[in-house]
């Protein structure tokens, strides 16, 4: 190599790597000991999304839901499904609903159960997800309380629901009283709940909670938030802050009256 090839050769300077906004987005949760817990992509693919191939644009989203609702997907609130070639989907649990109702000022409470039909033909609603021996489970049942209202109550039907696969078929009285809770408590509770759906409620039979408000209205390359929110990401930081309006705590929820 001559000596012009070689001062050549030194000056080549590689090409910077590009790194994209979710690389550095960091959430900030809660922990249930108080302090903080930092979430961001190398921690989560190297962790509960170990070997998965997650699309930067589910990544966002996903970090963005777990700040927003603060989810800690160490604790199974909040965490990310993908089959094969199909998209990410966005998990969260049953707890998680709960979690959020309970920090409502006006909650009060939920009772729930099953329904079933004796063969004279009565249908009775009885609480939890016991049942004897010649009944027949139909439905599930919730009421969700708040103060100075009516109870929310839903009521759903087992064989409009029930896919007869996995744990449908062990329990089915549990899976039915499930989705009667979720769906009480997303009626008691729209502006904290909306948009939040179980997979039980959908076609896809092999996720637990689906999140398909969020997936549908969050895909964005540069500023990352939710549209009821004032999440915003630091595009130079990565780190998910509220604007100077918005508080930790969530606010007094006004669901409609009965």
Same mark, same amino acid.
């Not at 909650?107 to 039909?117: A, K, L, N, P």
């Not at 599930?140 to 087992?158: A, E, H, I, M």
């Not at 939040?196 to 039979?205: F, H, K, N, R, T």
């Not at 969050?218 to 130079?236: G, M, P």
């Given at each position: $190599?001559?000596?012009?090839?070689?001062?050549?050769?030194?000056?080549?300077?590689?090409?910077?790597?590009?790194?994209?906004?979710? #690389?550095?987005?960091?959430?900030?949760?809660?922990?249930?000991?108080?302090?903080?817990?930092?979430?961001?992509?190398?921690? +989560?693919?190297?962790?509960?999304?170990?070997? $998965?191939?997650?699309?930067?644009?589910?990544?966002?989203?996903?970090?963005?839901?777990?700040?927003?609702?603060? +989810?800690?997907?160490?604790?199974?609130?909040?965490?990310?499904?993908?089959?094969?070639?199909?998209?990410?989907?966005?998990?969260?649990?049953?707890?998680?609903?709960?979690?959020?109702?309970?920090?409502?000022?006006?909650?009060?409470?939920?009772?729930?159960?099953?329904?079933?039909?004796?063969?004279?033909?009565?249908?009775?609603?009885?609480?939890?997800?016991?049942?004897?021996?010649? +009944?027949?489970?139909?439905?599930?049942?919730?009421?969700?309380?708040?103060?100075?209202?009516?109870?929310?109550?839903?009521?759903?039907?087992? &064989?409009?629901?029930?896919?007869? &696969?996995?744990?449908?078929?062990? $329990?089915?009285?549990? $899976?039915?009283?499930?989705?009667?809770?979720?769906?009480? +408590?997303?009626?008691?509770?729209?502006?904290?709940?909306?948009?939040?759906?179980?997979?039980?409620?959908?076609?896809?039979?092999?996720?637990?909670?689906?999140?398909?408000?969020?997936?549908?209205?969050?895909?964005?390359?540069?500023?990352?938030?939710?549209? #009821?929110?004032?999440?915003?990401?630091?595009?130079?930081?990565?780190?998910?802050?509220?604007?100077?309006?918005?508080?930790?705590?969530?606010?007094?929820?006004?669901?409609?009256?009965?």
């Amino acid at each position: $190599m001559s000596e012009i090839q070689n001062v050549a050769a030194t000056q080549q300077v590689a090409p910077a790597q590009q790194v994209s906004i979710v #690389d550095k987005m960091v959430a900030t949760i809660k922990g249930i000991d108080g302090n903080d817990v930092k979430i961001n992509k190398r921690i +989560l693919m190297d962790t509960i999304c170990k070997g $998965m191939k997650i699309s930067d644009s589910d990544m966002a989203q996903f970090i963005t839901l777990c700040q927003v609702n603060q +989810l800690n997907p160490f604790l199974r609130e909040a965490y990310l499904v993908k089959y094969g070639d199909a998209p990410s989907q966005m998990i969260v649990s049953k707890e998680a609903f709960m979690k959020r109702a309970d920090r409502c000022a006006d909650f009060e409470g939920i009772e729930s159960g099953v329904i079933v039909v004796n063969k004279e033909g009565v249908v009775q609603n009885l609480v939890g997800t016991f049942f004897p021996q010649g +009944l027949t489970l139909v439905g599930g049942w919730c009421d969700v309380y708040r103060k100075n209202r009516r109870p929310y109550r839903q009521t759903v039907s087992l &064989q409009e629901y029930d896919k007869k &696969q996995s744990t449908w078929k062990q $329990m089915p009285a549990t $899976m039915i009283r499930k989705v009667a809770e979720v769906q009480a +408590l997303r009626e008691a509770f729209p502006n904290t709940l909306s948009g939040l759906y179980v997979s039980d409620e959908m076609q896809d039979a092999d996720a637990v909670e689906v999140v398909e408000h969020e997936k549908a209205n969050l895909a964005n390359k540069e500023t990352i938030a939710f549209e #009821d929110s004032t999440q915003r990401v630091n595009r130079e930081t990565g780190e998910i802050t509220p604007s100077t309006s918005h508080t930790n705590s969530l606010p007094f929820e006004e669901g409609p009256a009965y």
